[in-house]
């Protein structure tokens, strides 16, 4: 199991920036990968970004150039650095991982936190 704690979700004006944190804890070692999903009511919940291993983030085009992905291996932390942000990011935002073994590979969720963007 893979427990994810998020934090530093809220407010913020147009322009604004705001970071994300995801603290994992449990079996941190089997986790290959980690990023950002965000979700609005009715809609899928997509793909933010995300880092496998230690290559380079991938970004959906909306956020390139305004949100970085970056990740702190000694504490087991992905952080989410957003800048520039608009109104029509505003979603709760869901730190996910995942993680394999030998013979198993399974998604784990954060609790999500909200991200309100106002104009």
């Known amino acids: 199991q893979v427990q994810l704690v998020e934090s530093g979700g809220g407010l913020v004006q147009a322009g604004g920036s705001l970071r994300l944190s995801c603290a994992a804890a449990g079996r941190v070692l089997d986790i290959d990968e980690m990023g950002w999903y965000r979700q609005t009511p009715g809609k899928q919940r997509e793909l933010v970004g995300n880092k496998i291993g230690d290559d380079t983030p991938h970004y959906t085009d909306s956020v390139k150039g305004r949100f970085t992905i970056s990740r702190d291996n000694a504490k087991n932390t992905v952080y989410l650095q957003m800048d520039s942000l608009k109104p029509e990011d505003t979603a709760v935002y869901y730190c996910?991982?995942?993680?394999?073994?030998?013979?198993?590979?399974?998604?784990?969720w954060g609790q999500g936190t909200q991200v309100t963007v106002s104009s």
């Open positions: 996910n991982a995942v993680a394999s073994g030998r013979l198993w590979k399974y998604d784990f």
